[in-house]
């Protein structure tokens, strides 16, 4: 058998050594719990007998880290103590998981008959491990309890030995080193006070916590640490000799520099040599630290709940939108013919533009719908965002009004974002546009940017931040504000504060879509009567601007013979791009499905200069069908088109490098501008 034996007292150690040796046992040591741990670990440990008294980590600790281990707990467990020696602290010990509890000095038969006795326990499967273990705050209730009482008794044999022994100078100077290193080693603040509430001693851990050295605390009431001192000493008041000892888990205590922190405070009666009362020990235990983690663990539940119900409307919005775009598209291609046919003097001629019209909103819906689902196609570029800024400027005024002053302050030396240019005016139109509204009369808008850097550290007290490098662009106003309840609805579609037909509440929902597709994330600050500001950190990019390319658009141009084939599940959009195409002077061919291709080409070699395909199909999507086609005709280069695609073609809505897309609904003259400028490439 093998035996592990824990004692920080080196004579201790060696005399049960040599015994159990001497015995046929196979012995190993360690000077405290700490050590023996770690021993345990490389297994084949059959008992072990430990000290209670030691530094690190004692015999008490040892016991209930062992007996919560799974791996651990089946190895029977001997107190072997020369300073708890009471029945409290032997039922303690039994409590939390002891085999057994011996005294020393103990005869050597005893201590060996008492190891024998164990080990046969322990091969018949009684060991003490599968008893309930006790929960944590009982634990320490009875913990603190043994310490308490045997601080009490400690003091006390200290004094009758002084009194009585002036030769045991040097021995109590030794004990009261040990007492002091363990009345300092403990987490936990104790203070000690007597019957008039002045403090009389405390421990370092009292001193790290509160920031008073001892010289300096000692003498003071103890309601100097307490933030309600009534409250403090109607909880001492309450404490009677029937209860010996109470507890208050939510108490609030002051720092010397005036922090105020929440905490748990355990206080006991102090005896004096007669048992008497001689005033109070009390254990506090700093809770900052566990009110902060409930107060995070609240708030992610609150953020994940509202994350949960943005992502279901998010996708009820996304799927609206697609089928409403497929109907549009239908509208506004069939509008735009039946405009060229018709007399701009006919009656039927303004009844049609103003369907255009209509379907130009509509459209407008569905693309902020998109953008809130995050579902939008977009082809984002590096971007400097003050020049982005700047460029919306012009527009931004106009549509604000007169009354109201628009305020740009850039920070010099921004990073650069990577974003779709169009997705900047979109965001500050959307904002600018409610900042307006926001305010009555006369006012100020203020646009900013700047760059912001969070760790985990400040993310951990921020919720809702992620770390990283980011630049800011905040948008504010001194107009009417927002309470809470506003403030948590504001970025849902179709919430508004405004009256009917002055909105559609679409603006922020739309903003938030935009910012959660480039990685970003938003925050409002906002109070009744003192404004709102809004800020949106988009993630920093590492490669540098690019300058603008966007081009003037040109007359409607016409095709020249080319081959197009359509590939569309839906009928009549089918139909109007067949039609459109071929007004524009292009070869078509159309199919509703991949089957009716193959039918195509088994009929003839066909040599398609181009593919106009829906992305999202029920035989195969539209990318693999341009994959397929390719192998046939190598030349042939592709145009997809969709209300929106998770497909592979774009990966949360950003287009793969080099794919041609347009979006529906889309005009007569869209469609013939990209076809013909992917063919002319």
Same mark, same amino acid.
């Given at each position: 058998?093998?035996?592990?034996?824990?004692?920080?007292?080196?004579?201790?150690?060696?005399?049960?050594?040599? =015994?159990?040796?001497?015995?046929?046992?196979?012995? !190993?040591?360690?000077?405290?719990?700490?050590?023996?741990?770690?021993?345990?670990?490389?297994?084949?440990?059959?008992?072990?007998?430990?000290?209670?008294?030691?530094?690190?980590?004692?015999?008490?600790?040892?016991?209930?880290?062992?007996?919560?281990?799974?791996?651990?707990?089946?190895?029977?467990?001997?107190?072997?103590?020369?300073?708890?020696?009471?029945?409290?602290?032997?039922?303690?010990?039994?409590?939390?998981?002891?085999?057994?509890?011996?005294?020393?000095?103990?005869?050597?038969?005893?201590?060996?008959?008492?190891?024998?006795?164990?080990?046969?326990?322990?091969?018949?499967?009684?060991?003490?491990?599968?008893?309930?273990?006790?929960?944590?705050?009982?634990?320490?209730?009875?913990?603190?309890?043994?310490?308490?009482?045997?601080?009490?008794?400690?003091?006390?044999?200290?004094? +009758?030995?002084?009194?009585?022994?002036?030769?045991?100078?040097?021995?109590?100077?030794?004990?009261? #080193?040990?007492?002091?290193?363990?009345?300092?080693?403990?987490?936990?603040?104790?203070?000690?006070?007597?019957?008039?509430?002045?403090?009389?001693?405390?421990?370092?851990?009292?001193?790290?916590?509160?920031?008073?050295?001892?010289?300096?605390?000692?003498?003071? @009431?103890?309601?100097?640490?307490? /933030?309600?001192?009534?409250?403090?000493?109607?909880?001492?008041?309450?404490?009677?000799?029937?209860?010996?000892?109470?507890?208050?888990?939510?108490?609030?205590?002051?720092?010397?520099?005036?922090?105020?922190?929440?905490?748990?405070?355990? %206080?006991?009666?102090?005896?004096?040599?007669?048992?008497?009362?001689?005033?109070?020990?009390?254990?506090?235990?700093?809770?900052?630290?566990?009110?902060?983690? *409930?107060?995070?663990?609240?708030?992610?539940?609150?953020?994940?709940?509202?994350?949960?119900?943005?992502?279901?409307?998010?996708?009820?919005?996304?799927?609206?939108?697609?089928?409403? +775009?497929?109907?549009?598209?239908?509208?506004?291609?069939?509008?735009?013919?039946?405009?060229?046919?018709?007399?701009?003097?006919? #009656?039927?001629?303004?009844? =049609?533009?103003?369907?255009?019209?209509?379907?130009?909103?509509?459209?407008?819906?569905?693309?902020?719908?998109?953008?809130?689902?995050?579902?939008?196609?977009?082809?984002?570029?590096?971007?400097?965002?003050?020049?982005?800024?700047?460029?919306?400027?012009?527009?931004?005024?106009?549509?604000?009004? /007169?009354?109201?002053?628009?305020?740009?302050?850039?920070?010099?030396?921004?990073?650069?974002?990577?974003?779709?240019?169009?997705?900047?005016?979109?965001?500050?139109?959307?904002?600018?546009?409610?900042?307006?509204?926001?305010?009555?009369? !006369?006012?100020?808008?203020?646009?900013?940017?700047?760059?912001?850097?969070?760790?985990?550290?400040?993310?951990?007290?921020?919720?809702?931040?992620?770390?990283?490098?980011?630049?800011?662009?905040?948008?504010?106003?001194?107009?009417?504000?927002?309470?809470? /309840?506003?403030?948590?609805?504001?970025? *849902?579609?179709?919430?508004?504060?405004?009256?009917?037909?002055?909105?559609?509440?679409?603006?922020?929902?739309?903003?938030?879509?935009?910012?959660?597709? @480039?990685?970003?994330?938003?925050?409002?600050?906002?109070?009744?009567?003192?404004?709102?500001?809004?800020?949106?950190?988009?993630?920093?990019?590492?490669?540098?601007?690019?300058?603008?390319?966007?081009?003037?658009?040109?007359?409607?141009?016409?095709?020249?013979? /080319?081959?197009?084939?359509?590939?569309?599940?839906?009928?009549?959009?089918? #139909?109007?791009?067949?039609?459109?195409?071929?007004? =524009?002077?292009?070869?078509?061919?159309?199919?509703?499905?991949?089957?009716?291709?193959?039918?195509?080409?088994?009929?003839?070699?066909?040599?398609?200069?181009?593919?106009?395909?829906? !992305?999202?199909?029920?035989?195969?999507?539209?990318?693999?069908?341009?994959?397929?086609?390719?192998?046939?005709?190598?030349?042939?280069?592709?145009?997809?088109?969709?209300?929106?695609?998770?497909?592979?073609?774009?990966?949360?809505?950003?287009?793969?490098?080099? %794919?041609?897309?347009?979006?529906?609904?889309?005009?007569?003259?869209?469609?013939?501008?990209?076809?013909?400028?992917?063919?002319?490439?």
């Amino acid at each position: 058998m093998k035996i592990l034996n824990i004692d920080d007292n080196d004579e201790n150690r060696y005399l049960v050594e040599t =015994l159990l040796k001497k015995s046929g046992y196979e012995v !190993v040591s360690a000077m405290n719990g700490a050590e023996g741990l770690d021993l345990l670990q490389s297994g084949g440990i059959d008992l072990i007998i430990s000290d209670i008294l030691m530094p690190v980590m004692d015999g008490f600790q040892l016991c209930r880290t062992i007996k919560a281990d799974d791996r651990l707990k089946s190895i029977p467990f001997i107190i072997y103590t020369a300073t708890y020696t009471g029945p409290q602290d032997e039922a303690f010990a039994m409590k939390i998981g002891a085999d057994r509890f011996l005294q020393k000095p103990c005869e050597p038969e005893l201590f060996l008959q008492g190891v024998q006795d164990v080990l046969t326990a322990a091969g018949k499967g009684n060991v003490a491990s599968c008893t309930e273990p006790i929960p944590e705050e009982e634990a320490l209730k009875l913990y603190s309890e043994r310490l308490v009482r045997k601080l009490e008794d400690k003091m006390q044999q200290l004094e +009758n030995e002084v009194l009585a022994r002036q030769q045991t100078e040097e021995t109590l100077r030794r004990s009261e #080193k040990k007492y002091k290193s363990l009345y300092n080693s403990i987490r936990d603040a104790i203070l000690v006070v007597d019957m008039e509430r002045s403090i009389i001693d405390c421990n370092q851990a009292f001193v790290d916590l509160f920031g008073y050295s001892q010289s300096e605390i000692i003498g003071k @009431n103890a309601s100097v640490v307490c /933030e309600n001192i009534k409250v403090f000493s109607t909880f001492l008041d309450s404490i009677t000799e029937e209860i010996e000892s109470i507890n208050h888990p939510s108490a609030h205590f002051v720092k010397k520099n005036g922090t105020i922190f929440p905490g748990e405070i355990n %206080v006991f009666f102090l005896k004096d040599e007669d048992r008497g009362t001689a005033g109070f020990v009390g254990l506090i235990r700093d809770m900052t630290e566990r009110v902060r983690a *409930e107060r995070t663990q609240k708030n992610l539940e609150s953020q994940l709940y509202q994350a949960q119900k943005m992502e279901s409307i998010a996708r009820l919005a996304g799927g609206v939108a697609h089928d409403f +775009n497929n109907m549009l598209s239908v509208i506004v291609g069939y509008t735009e013919l039946t405009l060229k046919m018709i007399n701009p003097t006919d #009656k039927a001629y303004e009844n =049609l533009l103003e369907i255009q019209d209509a379907v130009v909103r509509s459209s407008n819906i569905t693309r902020q719908l998109l953008a809130f689902a995050r579902k939008q196609i977009i082809a984002p570029v590096p971007l400097d965002l003050n020049l982005a800024v700047e460029g919306t400027l012009k527009m931004l005024r106009r549509l604000i009004g /007169e009354d109201i002053d628009l305020a740009w302050l850039p920070e010099t030396n921004l990073w650069p974002v990577k974003m779709d240019p169009s997705q900047v005016d979109q965001i500050l139109a959307n904002l600018c546009v409610n900042a307006r509204d926001a305010i009555d009369g !006369v006012g100020r808008i203020t646009i900013e940017t700047d760059t912001a850097i969070f760790d985990a550290a400040y993310c951990a007290d921020h919720p809702g931040f992620i770390p990283g490098d980011y630049v800011l662009l905040a948008v504010s106003d001194n107009g009417c504000g927002m309470d809470k /309840e506003t403030r948590d609805k504001i970025f *849902e579609p179709f919430f508004t504060t405004k009256t009917i037909g002055k909105g559609t509440g679409l603006g922020l929902s739309t903003v938030y879509g935009i910012v959660k597709q @480039n990685n970003g994330f938003i925050n409002v600050y906002s109070e009744p009567g003192k404004g709102t500001t809004i800020k949106i950190f988009l993630s920093r990019h590492s490669e540098q601007p690019l300058e603008d390319t966007r081009k003037i658009p040109e007359s409607i141009p016409s095709g020249h013979g /080319e081959t197009v084939l359509i590939v569309e599940d839906e009928p009549s959009i089918l #139909k109007l791009a067949e039609r459109i195409l071929k007004e =524009l002077g292009y070869s078509v061919l159309t199919a509703e499905s991949p089957s009716q291709i193959k039918q195509l080409f088994a009929e003839a070699p066909i040599q398609i200069d181009l593919l106009f395909t829906d !992305v999202v199909m029920p035989e195969m999507n539209g990318k693999d069908l341009s994959r397929q086609l390719q192998e046939t005709c190598p030349d042939m280069k592709t145009l997809f088109m969709s209300g929106y695609t998770a497909d592979g073609i774009a990966h949360h809505g950003i287009l793969d490098e080099g %794919v041609n897309f347009i979006a529906k609904p889309f005009s007569v003259s869209d469609l013939a501008k990209k076809v013909h400028e992917i063919l002319s490439e």
